[in-house]
T-cell receptor, first 115, second 115 residues
Framework: AQSVTQLDSHVSVSEGTPVLLRCNYS??????LFWYVQHPNKGLQLLLK??????LVKGINGFEAEFKKSETSFHLTKPSAHMSDAAEYFC?????????????FGRGTSLIVHP | ETGVTQSPTHLIKTRGQQVTLRCSSQ?????VSWYQQALGQGPQFIFQ???????GRGNFPPRFSGLQFPNYSSELNVNALELDDSALYLC??????????????FGEGSRLTVL
């Protein structure tokens, strides 16, 4: 069975400082991994995805994530936070046991950006 | 191109009733998936439809059922509503299915309250 753990429910940073949102996963197969962002009263938007190509994945709005199989981690980073980055972030793992597609979302990390 | 649209945006039902939620997929997409997002939680995968057939299902009872139509729009039906069914229901459309599922494009959701 697959699972995903977002290690922090809330992360608070100052504008212009680095962002780190942590995600650990568990999968019996070769998983695909994603980060999605959800702004208040909006649908989710894909930030980036890993699908067994390069382990360092670059996404939109300056975000990137590194797939570390030995640590079963897929942490999301950004060098410099912007006020508009304040939102809920979800780490997602999906694999396909027995031909069925099942994505699993983490519980989310709320990113708070202070001026 | 039009995005994913869901209706209704809000609705209130009582225990034991039935509800139908609707989703129009993004133009050109052939896959629709549904998610339940309880307050303060990450989305939970209900099921996915690819070319009118269910292609994957999460851990939801049979009273959660769905349909996909030839134009790739979709419905989510929930029978015998329970209080715990109160949540935001998200629809996402994409190209491809299973591990080949491309980027998910989400609607803004239908918020269901069960009294």
């Amino acid at each position: 069975a697959q699972s995903v753990t977002q290690l922090d429910s809330h992360v608070s940073v100052s504008e212009g400082t680095p962002v780190l949102l942590r995600c650990n996963y568990s999968s019996s197969y070769s998983p695909s991994l994603f980060w999605y962002v959800q702004h208040p009263n909006k649908g989710l938007q894909l930030l980036l995805k890993y699908t067994s190509a390069a382990t360092l994945v670059k996404g939109i709005n300056g975000f990137e994530a590194e797939f570390k199989k030995s640590e079963t981690s897929f942490h999301l980073t950004k060098p410099s936070a912007h006020m508009s980055d304040a939102a809920e972030y979800f780490c997602v793992v999906s694999d396909q046991p027995r031909g069925s597609y099942i994505p699993t979302f983490g519980r989310g990390t709320s990113l708070i950006v202070h001026p | 191109e039009t995005g994913v649209t869901q209706s209704p945006t809000h609705l209130i039902k009582t225990r034991g009733q039935q509800v139908t939620l609707r989703c129009s997929s993004q133009s050109g997409h052939n896959t629709v998936s549904w998610y339940q997002q309880a307050l303060g939680q990450g989305p939970q995968f209900i099921f996915q439809y690819y070319r009118e057939e269910e292609n994957g299902r999460g851990n939801f009872p049979p009273r959660f059922s769905g349909l996909q139509f030839p134009n790739y729009s979709s419905e989510l039906n929930v029978n015998a509503l329970e209080l715990d069914d109160s949540a935001l229901y998200l629809c996402a459309s994409s190209l491809g299915s299973g591990v080949n599922t491309g980027e998910l494009f989400f609607g803004e959701g239908s918020r269901l309250t069960v009294l």
